[in-house]
């Protein structure tokens, strides 16, 4: 019993991980209609930074830290303004693939600044401490994960209900064009969605890279695109959902890594496909995802 | 005064005439007239030029599924694979040591290679319903997890099928008796004049059939009945049914032809090889690759997809190539300081598919077209058959 | 010329009772009419009265919450919409519905789906049927270009075209679909009072020409006074009227709800 409870805490630790992972994939979405696919990239990006100011540079990692998360914020701008917004008439799947591109771009180059390392250890505050409540142990880092996550989204919800940002977010978010009358800036909206899908990743890509895992390697990249069958399993157009999502995945991934023996018919690191299976499961069932809007067909 | 104006045909048949001289451009060619030309083909370019074809048919496909049907797929990778590694099965042997555990059924090479691309459209069939029910982005990375899940099955669930994360060997092809190998003695080879047919330039030739065949296939259905109900369906889904499209069942069409596509592909891939496949080579980032072959090249065109994918798959190998000559200042040697070349390569189509979306939507085939109406000065006319909706 | 009230048996499209909902909204409520054989039937209405949401029901693309729509004796309430359009059911689109980067030939060519059978196998290999097909229908959009004054755009792109030509092209797809019954949405909208006469003698000839019914929606009330055999008349959902015209535009609740309290005879309506 205390195993379930053990990978019950482990998963939804790693649940807070992925939600705000997804849910800054699906800001964007909401706001600009845009499937970021360079949002691995995002959390690529700040997670590099930092390890590389903590442990190459030597920085203070409330330095450091700040500083990882501004990077992720610039490179969502940068995006955001130089090559979404100028592409802004073109069909949407368009800009899809170019963001695919712009992954490429920026994966390609923090490999290249990788040079002939492959890992990358950040030294962060908790390292490898582990607490124990009630015979379930769980890594500082987890804790610490679970707990900012609670914090950020419930400073994200809150934030998107009450502030005058927020309403003005989700005004453009359900009807561009009358929003735009409203006298709300569209582009602006756009840019803060994308400030906040870099922040959000890059505070996620921190806790993908501190203990358990042994730090920023190219791993890091494909735990990344785990954002996109949690954001989708949950509704693409969905902030609840993004939740929901990431607490999925992160469930489901950390039940089938314990269980793993008992699993073993299913393959050897079956765990690493059940993002993929559960979304497919969800989608059978709900082909919008859990809480998205299913389309209402007008001629 | 006779019309000496520049036929489109004139190109088709030059281009053909130089695929089909270029095994034959050796040094033994040239020897029998005692002459000496300097740029002879080299068994390296005859392989990459392999593999380009083999990625010129899964780009084929791929672009009759979002090009013309208009769904997003990131999965075509997966059924590529399927195309591998069933040919591997049904053509190998059965090879078991206390290493290796490999099944195969030792089928004649053709009849595997066909029942591979057929296993691929039954795939391509069994997930067309899933398709149907999924809209835009939702199709996309639900098609994602066919590939994670394809890679995890093959990997982990039957390695006997796949040989795991080693790879296994892939049987060598045989048509009618005549094998596709390299002699090692000389004097077993087939000549053809003065030249040496080895494995490479054989299979270059029934490659080229193969992909002549394909291109011609797709240029006939795009411009006829199904590549305007599909290009309906993209475009205006609603109105095609009331039109009288059967909109589901085309779905389901475009799903099976263009996996059956993509298995071809994997066929040729397998067969190319030097000796090995294994799963890693079929996995997302070869998904990415064949979108960006098709997207650089152009959504839609055929001759797009032909540019897109030779662009895209042979960056790596031939800036390796130059890398390790060092003929390239700032690109790495193996295992020196500098740019890798696999990353270079991967930076600059991901470059090129920014840059052209931003600035030339309609890709390679696009700035063609453009060049070629410059050269002509005639206005623009409808786009052929292949620009999907602004 | 009167046309009295036309019984189901005979009629070529009946609509009994539908009723349709989305999210809440009731878009149409229990309405019912019957269609002529040869008729020049318009259903008018303000906006938002449920009229393209009617088009729809019967052409296949909303399925009523109730009731059922029959054509030419078959209940189509619940086919596809492919196998509406294969029975002969073709129709117009309020906002045009062209493809605007193909040339007007392959829009009208879209219309010959439904009568063409060259499948992904035949059409690769270029068979001799597939271009003996090709060639037959090919003529034939010709000669329905030709008929609605478009024989000398076909090669131009949709796009390319007036809003007016592109309406005709609209109307000439619909024509390809050689329908058995026609919907038109809208045919004059956007239009000077030149060109919306110019609009009723078309859709007159065409009905003259195919001997079909043509069920249309229209705000234009000159136009559907002057050809209109009988008009139905919605009002948030619901049937207010079914008559003649000179009937309907004496029906009280009609004038209260659409036509205003007086002379509003052939302007545009909301």
Redesign the interface.
């Known amino acids: 019993m205390t195993e379930f409870l053990q990978l019950l805490v482990a998963g939804v630790s790693l649940g807070a991980v992925y939600a705000l992972l997804a849910l800054g994939f699906v800001v964007v979405f909401k706001a600009t209609g845009v499937v970021n696919f360079a949002h691995p990239a995002l959390l690529v990006t700040g997670a590099y930074a930092t390890a590389r100011l903590t442990s190459t540079y030597q920085w203070n990692f409330w330095l450091a830290l700040p500083v990882g998360i501004g990077g992720a914020i610039l490179l969502a701008l940068g995006i955001q303004r130089f090559l979404v917004y100028p592409m802004a008439a073109q069909a949407v799947t368009a800009i899809t693939i170019m963001t695919l591109g712009a992954d490429l771009v920026v994966r390609t180059e923090v490999t290249r600044e990788m040079g002939a390392v492959d890992l990358l250890a950040v030294i962060d505050p908790w390292g490898n401490h582990v607490i124990r409540l009630g015979g379930v142990v769980l890594p500082v880092t987890r804790l610490v994960a679970l707990v900012a996550g609670i914090v950020l989204i419930t400073a994200f919800f809150v934030w998107f209900k009450l502030s005058t940002w927020g309403i003005a977010m989700r005004a453009v978010a359900e009807d561009p064009e009358t929003a735009a009358l409203m006298g709300i800036r569209r582009s602006r909206v756009a840019a803060l969605a994308w400030m906040l899908a870099g922040g959000l990743a890059a505070v996620a890509g921190l806790f993908l890279i501190v203990f358990p895992t042994p730090g920023f390697s190219s791993t890091t990249y494909v735990a990344a695109i785990v954002a996109f069958p949690a954001a989708i399993l949950g509704g693409l157009d969905s902030t609840g959902g993004a939740i929901v999502g990431g607490l999925v995945v992160g469930l489901s991934v950390t039940l089938a890594q314990g269980y793993a023996h008992q699993l073993n018919f299913l393959g050897d690191n079956f765990y690493e496909v059940m993002p993929y299976v559960v979304m497919v499961l969800v989608l059978l069932v709900r082909p919008a995802g859990l809480f998205g809007t299913r389309e209402l067909h007008r001629v | 005064m006779s019309d000496t104006r520049l036929r489109p045909w004139y190109f088709t048949v030059a281009g053909l005439a130089l695929l089909l001289l270029i095994p034959l451009n050796k040094d033994s060619f040239y020897d029998q007239f005692n002459l000496y030309f300097p740029l002879t083909t080299q068994t390296f370019w005859l392989q990459l030029g392999l593999y380009a074809m083999a990625m010129v048919v899964a780009a084929l496909g791929l672009n009759l599924l979002l090009g013309q049907a208009?769904q997003?797929s990131l999965g075509h990778s997966f059924f590529v694979m399927v195309g591998a590694f069933t040919y591997v099965v049904l053509a190998g042997a059965e090879k078991n040591t206390s290493t290796i555990h490999w099944v195969g059924l030792s089928w004649p090479p053709l009849l595997a290679a066909i029942c591979a691309v057929l296993m691929a459209g039954v795939c391509g069939l069994l997930f067309a319903p899933?398709a149907a029910?999924?809209?835009?982005?939702?199709l996309?990375?639900?098609s994602?997890?066919l590939v994670?899940?394809g890679?995890?099955?093959l990997?982990?669930?039957w390695p006997e099928f796949s040989g795991g994360s080693n790879g296994r060997d892939v049987p060598r092809f045989e048509l009618f008796g005549l094998k596709f190998v390299t002699a090692p003695d000389p004097s077993e080879r087939l000549y053809l004049g003065n030249v040496a047919l080895g494995r490479e330039e054989l299979l270059w030739y029934v490659f080229l059939l193969v992909v002549i065949g394909a291109f011609?296939?797709?240029r006939?259905?795009v411009k006829?009945?199904?590549g305007?109900?599909l290009?309906?369906v993209r475009?205006?889904e609603?109105?095609?049914?009331?039109?009288?499209?059967?909109?589901a069942r085309y779905k389901g069409?475009a799903f099976l032809?263009s996996s059956m596509y993509a298995g071809l592909g994997g066929v040729l891939y397998a067969l190319a090889a030097p000796s090995r496949v294994s799963v890693d080579e079929f996995g997302?980032i070869l998904s990415?690759e064949l979108?960006?072959m098709v997207?650089i090249g152009g959504l839609g065109s055929a001759r797009g997809a032909v540019f897109g994918a030779v662009f895209v798959w042979c960056l790596k190998p031939v800036l390796n190539q130059y890398a390790e000559a060092g003929s390239i200042p700032f690109l790495a040697k193996p295992g020196g300081s500098g740019?890798?070349p696999g990353?270079?390569a991967?930076?600059i189509?991901?470059?090129?598919?920014?840059v052209l979306?931003?600035i030339e939507?309609g890709g390679a085939a696009a700035v063609g077209r453009r060049l070629v109406r410059t050269v002509r000065r005639a206005p623009a006319?409808?786009?052929p058959?292949n620009?999907?909706?602004? | 010329m009167s046309h009295a009230a036309v019984e189901v048996e005979t009629a070529a499209l009946s609509v009994n009772a539908v009723t349709v909902r989305f999210a809440g909204v009731t878009a149409l409520d229990g309405v019912s009419f019957q269609v002529g054989p040869r008729a020049i039937h318009a259903v008018i209405g303000p906006n938002g009265a449920g009229k393209s949401t009617m088009f729809n029901v019967v052409s296949g693309a909303y399925r009523p919450a109730s009731g059922s729509v029959q054509f030419k004796g078959a209940d189509i309430t619940r086919l596809r919409p492919y196998r509406i359009a294969g029975m002969g059911v073709a129709r117009t689109f309020q906002n045009i519905a062209l493809l605007p980067h193909e040339s007007v030939e392959e829009n009208l060519l879209l219309g010959r789906h439904h009568l063409t059978r060259a499948g992904f196998v035949t059409t690769a290999l270029r068979l001799p049927q597939v271009r003996r097909e090709e060639r037959r229908h090919g003529e034939r959009v010709r000669e329905i270009a030709a008929f609605m004054g478009i024989g000398d755009k076909l090669n131009t792109a949709a796009s390319g075209l007036s809003y007016g030509d592109q309406k005709r092209v609209e109307i000439a797809r619909a024509l390809c679909v050689e329908p058995e019954l026609l919907l038109l949405d809208e045919p004059a909208a956007g239009m000077n009072a030149d060109e919306t006469a110019a609009m009723a003698h078309l859709i007159r000839d065409i009905r003259d020409a195919l001997a079909v019914p043509i069920l249309l929606v229209e705000h234009d009330m000159g136009l559907v006074m002057s050809i209109a055999d009988r008009v139905t008349v919605l009002d948030f959902g619901k049937l207010i009227a079914d008559g003649t015209p000179t009937e309907v535009q004496r029906n009280p609740a009609v004038q209260h709800a659409y036509l205003g309290t007086g002379d509003d005879n052939g302007s545009k309506g909301g």
Do not use: K, S
């Not at chain 2, 029910?133 to 939702?138: E, K, M, S, T």
């Not at chain 2, 609603?238 to 909109?247: D, E, K, S």
């Not at chain 2, 189509?349 to 920014?354: E, F, I, R, S």
């Not at chain 2, 620009?387 to 602004?390: D, I």
């Open positions: 208009g997003l899933v029910r999924l809209r835009g982005i939702y996309g990375i639900a994602l997890g994670f899940v890679r995890h099955l990997l982990n669930v011609v296939y797709y006939n259905l006829g009945r199904p305007r109900a290009r309906a475009d205006r609603l109105m095609a049914g009331i039109i009288g499209v059967p909109v069409y032809i997302f990415v979108l960006a997207v740019l890798e990353v270079a991967t930076f189509y991901g470059a090129a598919l920014v979306l931003l939507p006319g409808p786009a058959n620009t999907p909706n602004q």
